[in-house]
């Protein structure tokens, strides 16, 4: 039997002044809104239709998931309570059997390359990172197969080791990988070194 490839998006209601609030702090709550806002409906557009995997939104707060408007292809569902951590750990469980790959929106170069990638590795390794630039992930994988490993709890989220975090969870015997670091956008220091790349399309 082939399993499907399951690609998750975690996705905040992308309300003026709850979004991005650091990002704000630095560029003001309006054009950190109007910039999560087109990554967020960039990223879903780029992402939900590839045949290769089916696509998920996980929203949050929860009793936005049928009242807002997400973009019309992906199946939806609530993050649920608790930490990042909690909420991942949560989805990883409650999806129909097949390989998981989870992303925000927090990095706009996310391609469907990247994500087809994850995939590919999931057939060799365990466990996927997507390293971020500032000690977090944009990507996490896991094969589901046989049972996945807990890397979400006790980690320090937001923080510079948050990733190192995750990979002390693993047991000797996962095998994981790595793919490239790409720019979280958190602040305007971050928004600004992604600017200078030449990447950027906002």
Wanted: net charge positive; charged share 25%; hydrophobic share 40%.
């Amino acid at each position: 039997m082939r399993l499907t490839n399951h690609l998750v998006v975690f996705v905040k209601t992308p309300r003026l002044g709850r979004v991005k609030t650091r990002l704000a702090a630095g560029i003001g709550a309006v054009a950190a809104w109007t910039f999560y806002r087109r990554v967020l409906l960039d990223q879903v557009k780029r992402l939900a239709g590839d045949r290769r995997w089916r696509c998920w939104l996980a929203v949050t707060p929860d009793g936005d998931v049928d009242a807002a408007p997400w973009p019309r292809a992906p199946s939806r569902l609530p993050q649920g309570a608790g930490d990042l951590g909690r909420r991942m750990a949560r989805i990883v469980r409650a999806l129909p059997p097949g390989p998981v790959v989870i992303v925000g929106t927090d990095i706009p170069d996310i391609t469907p390359g990247h994500v087809a990638r994850a995939f590919r590795l999931l057939g060799r390794h365990d466990v996927i990172f997507g390293p971020s630039a500032d000690g977090g992930y944009w990507l996490v994988g896991l094969k589901r197969r046989p049972r996945p490993p807990d890397i979400f709890a006790g980690v320090r989220w937001s923080s510079e080791f948050t990733l190192s975090d995750s990979l002390a969870k693993l047991r000797p015997g996962h095998s994981v990988a790595l793919l490239e670091t790409l720019e979280d956008i958190d602040d305007s220091l971050s928004l600004e070194r992604w600017r200078r790349k030449g990447t950027a399309r906002f």
